[in-house]
């Protein structure tokens, strides 16, 4: 078992990859919790003494997984996060486009209305012009029969 646990910490020789979740110091400490059941603790269930050296590594175990799935857990929980903020970004960036698309039609319907409105308005007054005249064409016209 020496073979495989030496006595002397391990030391990382190269960067860990970040896509692991863990630092450098959260590695050392799940190798040395590995470690530390290496010389006392049978790797095996069936072989060695049971007993306090088993409750020692089934708490080191226990503790080791849980650290390994909460890790794992934050990485995903971190991803989700990631991608939602993506998405809102994306829906941010098309809903600004869609604002600016609406904003200018507005505008141009607005232009449009004050055109429509300015023409409404001369129609108007040329429409009492055209009947001022009109009465003063059906008053001279009965003016011409009267006579």
């Not at 040329?126 to 011409?144: C, D, G, H, K, P």
């Amino acid at each position: 078992m020496s073979m495989f646990f030496s006595q002397e910490p391990v030391q990382f020789q190269c960067p860990v990859p970040e896509e692991t979740g863990f630092t450098p110091d959260e590695l050392q400490e799940i190798l040395s919790l590995l470690e530390s059941g290496g010389d006392s603790v049978s790797l095996s269930p069936n072989s060695g003494s049971e007993g306090s050296s088993r409750a020692v590594y089934n708490d080191n175990e226990r503790r080791l997984r849980r650290m390994i799935s909460n890790r794992e857990s934050a990485r995903r929980s971190r991803w989700r996060k990631k991608k939602h903020v993506e998405n809102l970004s994306s829906q941010m960036n098309r809903l600004e486009l869609e604002n600016q698309e609406l904003k200018k039609r507005l505008g141009s319907a607005l232009r449009q209305c004050h055109v429509v409105w300015g023409e409404n308005e001369r129609l108007r007054f040329e429409s009492v012009a055209l009947q001022a005249r009109l009465s003063n064409l059906y008053r001279i016209l009965f003016t011409m029969q009267a006579q």
